[in-house]
DNA sequence: GGCGAGAGTGTAAACGATTACATTGTTTGT
DNA sequence: ACAAACAATGTAATCGTTTACACTCTCGCC
C-alpha cells in the first residue's frame, strides 16, 4: 500500500508538506505543489481514511438507521439522504433496524464505533427511554417518528393534517362508515389516528372501528378481513401506511368487495403497485426526497455548530386522489 | 472518550493486557481478566473501531454496491446479506450505483479507502474492462451479473434455464405471438433473451419483437404501447425485470387490454405489488434469500482464504403461475 | 542595519488500538 | 537439579494520517 510517506519520499518533501498540499490549508510554493501532486498521481496514491478519521476524531460518513430498508418509504428517503450526503462529499452508511430495539441499539453503537460525524434515525417507540444518551455522543436528526425530547432536530410529517385531510376526503365523498388501520410500532400511527378521528367528529360521526396493530401486510389482511365479515361493514377502510394498505387491499380482493362502491381504501405513501392495480389508491403521499433532504441539511448544521438551539421541520403531505375513493 | 489506557489504568495492568483480554486470544490469569472486565463496564469502554482497524490494517465490515437500492430485488439481497454478515460479527456498507459506471468507481474506491474485509457486488455492464484492477485489491464476489473473468467468485440465476422455462410456460398454455421486453444495463437482460429466444426454437416459432431497454417502469410503458398498437399485436408480453413488467402492466391497463385473454404478461421477481393487481403476475422468482446468502459465505472463505480457485454458484430459480399466464 | 511578520517547510507527537519481543516466574521432564 | 517450556505480563513499535511547534528565509519598515 502506498501511504503518504511514499509520496513525501518520491517528491522529496516531508510528509507535512504533503498533508498540507492535500487538505489545501496552508501556504505552499507553487513549484512543490506541483512536485507533490505529480508524485501523488504518479503513484496513484490515496489518503488512508481510517488514518485520517483516527487521527482527525472524526470522519466523512453519516449514519442513517432507519426500521425497515424493504419499505420504499425509506428506501426513498435512503435516496434522498445519499444524494444530498453526497454533495457535501459524505457517504452514507445504512442499516435497518426491523422496528427491534435490540438491532436498534446495535447499530446506534456501531455507528458510534465507526465515528461517523452524525446519525439520520427513525426510531421505534421503546426508543425515547434511552435516548438521552446517545443524543450527547453525537449529532443526531430524527425523521418520520417524534422523539419526547425537545433537545433534538427532527423531520416530520404534519400527520395529524395529513390523516384529517384524508379522511375528511372520504366524508366529502359520502363515506360515513369509516374504519382506521393504524401501525402500532411507530408514533406515526397515533398521530394518524387523531386526524382521523379529528374529521370524524366534525362531521359528528364515530368511527365503526379504529385498531393499532403491527405494519405487516398479514396483520392489515387478517383485520380487514375481520372488520368485512362483521355486521357493522365499514362503507370505507383507511391505514396509516403502505404495508397496512396491501394488506386491506388483498382482503378486499379475496372477499370479492368492489371497491370503492361497496368499501373505499385510502392509505399513505406513494407506492409502484398503488397506481396499478384496480381501482388505483387514493393516497396522501409524502415528500420523501424533501425529508431526505432536509433531515440531511440540519445534520449537517448540527454538525458544524454543535450547540445550535434544536429545529422541528414539519412537512405537508399531498392528497393524491385516484379511484379508490370515488365519489359515493 | 474512554480508551485503552484508561482501562489499563483501572485495572492496574498494562494496555497489552487489556488488549488481550478483549482479543481472548492468549492466556491471562482469572483473577487479572475479572479485573479489566470489570473496569470495562465501569467505565463504559467500548473499543475503538477505527484505531483497531487502522493497526489491524483490516475490519469487520463488508461493502454492498448495488445498482439500484428501489429494486426490490437488491433490497431483498441486502436483507440476506445483512443477516449473514451479522451471524460472522461483520456489518454490512450498503450503496447504489444508479447503473452510473462514475458512482460505481466512486463507491468501489470508498470501500477500499474505508478498509472493508471484501465487497459484494453487482456491476454494470461497462464495468469488466476495470474489473482487475479492483479485483486485486480486496476481496470480491460479483452476484446477479456475469464479469468477463475466471478470476472471480460469482451467485448467478440460471438466467437462461430460468427464461426458457417461463416461455415454455406461456408456450404450453397455447400462447404462439410472443414479444420480449429485456434490459439493457446487465448482462442478465442478454442471457434472459437468450432462454426465451431458445424456447421458441424448440416451437419452431420467431418472436413477434425483442426489444433491449433502459430498465425503467416509463421504458417497458412506452415500448408497451407501441407493441400493442402494432398491426402484429403479440398474444403474450415477457419481460425480464420487475420495473419492465410495472411498465408493461401498465400499458395493458391504458389501453384496456384484457390479461390474459388478449394479451397475457410473465415477468421476473417476486414483488408485493405482483400478486395485488388483477390477475396477479405470473413470475420466475429469484432465490433472494440463497443469492444473499451465499454470496455472502463465498466472500468470507475468501477473506479466510485468498488464493483458493474461484467459484461460481448458480442457483435456480422457481416459477409462480398465477392468473397472467392463464390457459388460452 | 536590525527587527517583526509572514511564507514555506520539517520534526515529532499525537489518535487508540495490536503485537513482536523481552521479562519473570513456575512447571515439567530427565 | 537443571534446562526447556510455557504462563502471564509489560514495553514499545507500529498502522497512516494531521498538526503544534520550531525553524529558516525573505521582505518591508523604521
Request: net charge neutral; hydrophobic share 40%; with cysteine.
Amino acid at each position: 500500500m502506498t501511504s503518504i510517506k511514499d509520496v513525501a519520499k518520491a517528491a522529496g518533501v516531508s510528509t507535512a508538506t504533503v498533508s498540507r498540499v492535500l487538505a489545501n490549508n496552508a501556504p505552499i510554493k507553487a513549484e512543490t505543489r506541483e512536485r507533490v501532486l505529480e508524485a501523488i498521481s504518479q503513484l496513484n496514491y490515496r489518503p488512508n481514511l481510517i488514518a485520517r478519521s483516527l487521527r482527525a476524531q472524526k470522519s466523512a460518513k453519516i449514519g442513517l438507521v432507519v426500521s425497515d430498508i424493504r419499505n420504499p418509504f425509506f428506501t426513498a428517503i435512503g435516496r434522498a439522504v445519499e444524494d444530498a450526503a453526497y454533495e457535501q462529499g459524505y457517504s452514507v452508511l445504512m442499516c435497518n433496524t426491523d422496528e427491534n430495539p435490540e438491532k436498534e441499539e446495535l447499530y446506534l453503537n456501531l455507528m458510534h464505533d465507526e465515528n461517523v460525524a452524525g446519525v439520520i434515525f427513525s426510531p421505534t417507540q421503546q426508543f425515547s427511554a434511552s435516548f438521552n444518551a446517545y443524543n450527547a455522543k453525537m449529532p443526531f436528526v430524527v425523521i418520520d417518528r417524534v422523539v419526547n425530547s425537545k433537545e433534538i432536530d427532527m423531520v416530520l410529517l404534519d400527520n395529524v393534517s395529513a390523516a384529517y385531510e384524508l379522511t375528511t376526503h372520504l366524508l366529502e365523498n359520502g363515506y360515513r362508515k369509516l374504519a382506521g388501520l393504524f401501525g402500532d410500532a411507530s408514533t406515526t400511527g397515533q398521530e394518524r389516528s387523531r386526524g382521523f378521528h379529528k374529521a370524524l367528529k366534525d362531521y359528528q360521526l364515530n368511527p365503526v372501528a379504529a385498531h393499532f396493530i403491527s405494519p405487516r401486510i398479514k396483520q392489515g389482511y387478517d383485520t380487514t378481513i375481520a372488520l368485512l365479515e362483521n355486521s357493522n361493514r365499514p362503507d370505507a377502510i383507511f391505514t396509516s401506511n403502505s404495508l397496512l394498505t396491501a394488506g386491506a387491499f388483498q382482503a378486499l380482493r379475496d372477499k370479492k368487495i368492489s371497491v370503492p362502491s361497496e368499501v373505499a381504501l385510502v392509505g399513505f405513501d406513494e407506492t409502484t403497485w398503488g397506481e396499478l392495480v384496480d381501482p388505483p389508491i387514493t393516497v396522501m403521499s409524502q415528500p420523501t426526497e424533501e425529508i431526505g433532504r432536509t433531515a440531511t441539511e440540519l445534520l449537517f448544521q448540527r454538525i458544524q455548530e454543535p450547540s445550535r438551539s434544536t429545529k422541528t421541520v414539519i412537512l405537508k403531505g399531498t392528497l393524491i386522489v385516484k379511484g379508490s375513493s370515488g365519489k359515493k
